[in-house]
């Protein structure tokens, strides 16, 4: 069944940027999916960061929007997240998951990797 | 921003016994044309990621026990666990997916009396 995993460095400077990678694995990457980026502070609830089409459209919370960047590589089956001026706000466990789509509507995300802690800190 | 408001923040519930949780949207999340209402319902266990549980509000996702249950309309919703299991113990979350940005409940935290 499909899986996500995200990768990455847990330790980021402040003023540097975030990058996370989440690696697709026992399905396809290029299926009529979203797929997005959630994270989640310590002790605090989620927070969608935004979400790419397969095709390459993005869209973006626009709380984050100036300094966030989504990509997809479907010949990699991955895509990547980049968080551009972190700072100490930025800490949290960061979440891949895929959204699913009901006919021709994004629903819920239905598939969610393990998460990875991101913290920021000199 | 749609802002999505769940109550209340814990419940202590007795095993076998009912725990109900409420979340309530800012604006209506019912899309009139097809009926449906944008909401989803997770289970977040310590440690582990979010587990969907429930999406348009009521359809139970598959694998997911029937003893969880999801009603309302517009901006008022309620998961309910009708017979509370030691492994329900968790953060329940809801989230609209109406519009962007997609936006989440703050959490409600389900233990054991």
């Known amino acids: 069944q499909l899986q996500l995993q995200e990768s990455g460095p847990g330790l980021v400077k402040p003023s540097e940027t975030l990058s996370l990678t989440c690696t697709v694995s026992?399905?396809?990457?290029?299926?009529?999916?979203?797929w997005g980026w959630i994270r989640q502070p310590p002790g605090k609830g989620l927070e969608w960061i935004g979400t790419i089409y397969y095709s390459g459209s993005t869209y973006y919370n626009p709380s984050l929007k100036s300094r966030v960047t989504i990509s997809i590589d479907t010949s990699k089956k991955h895509f990547s997240l980049k968080v551009s001026s972190v700072t100490a706000a930025d800490t949290a466990v960061y979440y891949c998951a895929r959204r699913r789509i009901v006919g021709r509507t994004p629903v819920a995300f239905d598939i969610w990797g393990q998460g990875t802690m991101v913290t920021v800190s000199s | 921003d749609i802002a999505m408001t769940q109550s209340p923040d814990s419940v202590v519930v007795s095993l076998g016994e009912r725990a109900t949780i409420n979340c309530k949207s800012s604006q209506s999340i019912l899309y009139r044309s097809n009926n449906k209402n944008y909401l989803a319902w997770y289970q977040q266990k310590p440690g582990q990621p979010p587990k969907l549980l429930i999406y348009?509000?009521?359809a139970r996702e598959s694998g997911v026990p029937d003893r969880f249950s999801g009603s309302g309309s517009g901006t008022d919703f309620t998961l309910t666990i009708s017979s509370l299991q030691a492994e329900d113990v968790a953060l329940y979350s809801c989230?609209?997916?109406?519009?962007?940005?997609?936006?989440f409940g703050g959490g409600t935290k389900v233990e054991i009396k």
């Open positions: 348009w509000a009521s």
């Open positions: 989230q609209q997916y109406y519009t962007t940005p997609l936006t």
């Open positions: 026992g399905g396809s990457i290029s299926d009529t999916y979203y």
